[in-house]
């Protein structure tokens, strides 16, 4: 397959307990950012609309799971099944701030769709599984980096460091995975590749809550901030293939976030537990504090935790 990872050559192996098994290194080189945004203290995530939300932090400018279909539109989920788009995108794709790099859960066209496959320049580094690598390779794009479980990613912008760390995921209960493509979550660790990070963050991918996520903490404690893609998507109907409310609030109690940020909740007629589900079981189990609800567009600003 015609997949270009020259940007992507394995580093070292990563320093892991023997009980944990390491993940390849990869590394990624991005062009020097201006000193101004490299030094700002604080971090922001702004949210699009389904799963799409803009990270900046530290120089970094990350995008997720770009989706930037309008209402009316549909997307393909394979084997003949649609959905429809039911609101718009907070920001239009020819609207976004320079990309240093995309974060991409899983190739389905509600993440990264058609207009992106079609717009989003090739040269974009996008960091996924290794099958959703692979299917954008043959899309022409010439800089994805595919990850396996606990595979990593270290970032180095000027004097600025992240690493993105693969973590499990899964589309569906275990029966469904040949109709389903491999899904990641993903750990964004901030600041110096060695020691602590100075901010720690979670995206769940679209995801059900099964027991290969309960290593996550184990691995990563002390996670700043976790996004959580719900929406409780039925396909046929019938089958859940993203967590709901109730769901949403179970993976909290795994991963114990110091705060949560639900998205990926109403934007298709296919998601059908909507954002007030979750609000009812945060509140319930006595989280509201720790949770921020964004509607499209809206901006969260974090700062580094005091550790
Ligand atoms: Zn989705």
Redesign the pocket.
Known sequence: MALNLSLAVPAHAQQQPASAPAGEVFALKLPAASAAAATEANGTVQFIG??TVLIRYQGFTILT?PNFLHKGDHVHLGYGLTAERLTNPAIELDKLPPIDFVVLSHM?E??FDKLVQEKLPKDTPIVTTKEAAASLGKLGFNRAIGLGKWDQVEVEKGESRMRLTAVPGRHGKAGMQALLPSVMGSMLDFGPTKGAPTYRMYISG?TLVYDDLKAIPQRFPGIDLALL?L?G?RILGVFKV?MDGKDGVELLQIIRPQHAIPI?YND?DVFKSPLADFAREVKAAGLDQQVSYLAHGETYTFSPRKR
Request: charge should be negative; avoid cysteine; glycine fraction near 8%.
């Open positions: 389904t799963a799971d389905h509600d993440h679209d893609h929406g998507t993203t990926h298709y």
